[in-house]
């Protein structure tokens, strides 16, 4: 849908454009920065327990606490004793030449057919 | 007999000589001028940018291939007269297409962007900017660069409608820049696509040396705080929310947003794993492979080889340029009226440009050369989908201004 019917370009028509456009893209942008607040209090009035620190202590990126550390050691201790030896899982078979013989022979095997005198 | 045998051999030289004139070899020398050779080298370079040092090869590499087959003379696998003047004529296409015009048809009707924006909303997890929708302005001060480079476009000779898809660069997103293009100004289809994805190729080269200068060491080392856990109900609703708000404002931007939240909300819904996982792979490698060789074949010597291409590289690159201070800017205005607790590291501003995930990942690599502690990657992934969709509000209000 156009929104413009500007037949004569100009320097004016330009500046304008581009200052609505910019705005209109903060408008739509701010209007979902508004929504997706309002959003974030519903889902944080619903799970109090999930949103907030279990001690009501801000977590600061880069510290962990001495539970955390004992919980990914344990987690690297299973890990690594679950490991076992990698085998090589590639299976190949190799072809092997054999010299004719008659006792392992295809067409000596299958009956032959009745031969009319 | 002996005038059998000479009628006959007249008529094998005859074939022969015809048979030769109808190869592309001839027209190397009959139909080639020097814009060709130039192009087919150009086709060769990117090509090697994109096996040998891997800069966006999904799509460089096709978009090369596509146009070193529209340059070799004799192929006639696209035709620029099918398309002329920005629309199809129908009452010649089927008579004269080649198997490239066929493809190009997807590009032309708006199809392949959308397909593309299906499989990159399966492939974005927006739990960082749900859980910062502060993200959003980020998001939106980057497509500055859109705007100043729309304006620059004019001053330096450009129309309206060429200067808002060559603006549209510095939202740093592919089917965006394409699927305006297409509608805007399609002789610029060419140009405008390996710009935007060489530059986007390029966020680690161009956006560090800005960041470093708009930013002080404090600013840089600045950590923040843990992103709150997002609920799959809240993932569920936020697609629906965002599709419903920007179609009914911005109808223009409707089939990008729509096609983006989409995607997201087959990832998210979790029921329908087939789909999902269709879309990021099959359908996505599908559609990339058509966009690329057919953007690329758009790219003949006429449309490519002129100072309007040099102009767009340059622009292109202003482009980039005024998104990434914007984002960064914004940030640092914000960290004025924020608490000290929830401070914003401004590198994150700069990811707000789009480019997913090169430009965020930038950021993490900037944050962690200021202090190797800090990791701001899932904080610069906010802006990062929030540029996403503030590029294609952008280019839903340049369609609705211009188109």
């Known amino acids: 849908m156009k929104i413009l019917i500007v037949t004569d370009w100009g320097w004016p028509e330009m500046l304008w454009v581009a200052l609505i456009s910019i705005c209109l893209v903060f408008f739509v942008l701010v209007l979902l920065v508004g929504v997706m607040k309002c959003f974030g209090l519903v889902f944080a009035r619903r799970q109090p327990s999930v949103a907030a620190a279990p001690s009501g202590r801000v977590v600061v990126q880069g510290q962990v606490h001495e539970e955390e550390i004992a919980a990914i050691a344990t987690a690297l201790d299973l890990y690594r004793s679950a490991m076992h030896d990698r085998e090589s899982e590639v299976l190949t078979i190799l072809s092997i030449k054999r010299a004719y013989s008659p006792w392992n022979s295809k067409i000596h095997g299958l009956t032959q057919l009745p031969d009319r005198k | ?403």
């Open chain 2, 1 to 403: 007999m002996g005038n059998l045998l000479t009628s006959g051999s007249d008529f094998v030289s005859e074939s022969l000589l015809k048979f030769v004139e109808s190869t592309g070899v001839a027209g190397f020398f009959t139909q080639m001028g020097w814009g060709s050779v130039v192009m087919l080298g150009v086709a060769c370079f990117l090509m090697y940018l994109a096996i040998r040092h891997k800069f966006e090869p999904l799509l460089l590499f096709t978009i090369a291939f596509g146009m070193l087959l529209t340059n070799l003379p004799g192929a006639d696998l696209y035709h620029t007269e099918l398309f002329e003047g920005g629309h199809v004529h129908w009452d010649i296409f089927v008579a004269n297409a080649g198997l490239l015009d066929y493809l190009y048809l997807g590009v032309k009707l708006g199809i392949y962007p959308c397909l593309i924006f299906v499989g990159v909303g399966a492939m974005t997890d927006f739990g960082p900017l749900i859980a910062n929708p502060k993200s959003f302005l980020l998001g939106a001060a980057a497509q500055v660069g859109i705007f100043v480079t729309f304006l620059g476009a004019y001053a330096l000779g450009f129309t309206p409608t060429q200067a808002g898809s060559i603006g549209i660069i510095g939202g740093a997103d592919g089917p965006t820049a394409i699927y305006l293009t297409s509608m805007l100004s399609p002789e610029l289809l060419g140009p405008i696509a390996v710009a935007a994805y060489s530059y986007m190729a390029l966020v680690p080269v161009i956006q560090p040396p800005i960041m470093r200068l708009l930013t002080t060491e404090k600013e840089r080392k600045i950590k923040m705080r843990t992103l709150r856990p997002v609920s799959k109900l809240e993932r569920i609703l936020f697609p629906i929310i965002i599709a419903v708000i920007i179609s009914l404002l911005l109808p223009s931007a409707a089939p990008l947003i729509g096609c983006l939240m989409l995607g997201n909300l087959m990832k998210e819904c979790g029921v329908v794993d087939r789909l999902s996982k269709t879309v990021q792979n099959e359908l996505m490698n599908i559609v990339v492979i058509f966009l690329g060789l057919t953007v690329g074949a758009t790219a003949t010597a006429e449309a490519f080889l002129n100072f309007r291409t040099l102009g767009i590289l340059v622009l292109g690159v202003v482009a980039f340029c005024m998104g990434t201070a914007g984002g960064l800017l914004l940030a640092k205005l914000m960290n004025l009226f924020c608490k000290e607790e929830n401070k914003i590291n401004p590198l994150i501003g700069s990811a707000g440009v789009s480019a997913v995930p090169m430009a965020a990942r930038v950021s993490q690599t900037e944050g962690q050369k200021a202090d190797p502690s800090n990791y701001l990657l899932m904080h610069a992934m906010g802006p990062n989908v929030a540029g996403v969709v503030g590029s294609a509000v952008a280019a839903g209000i340049l369609l609705s201004f211009l188109g």
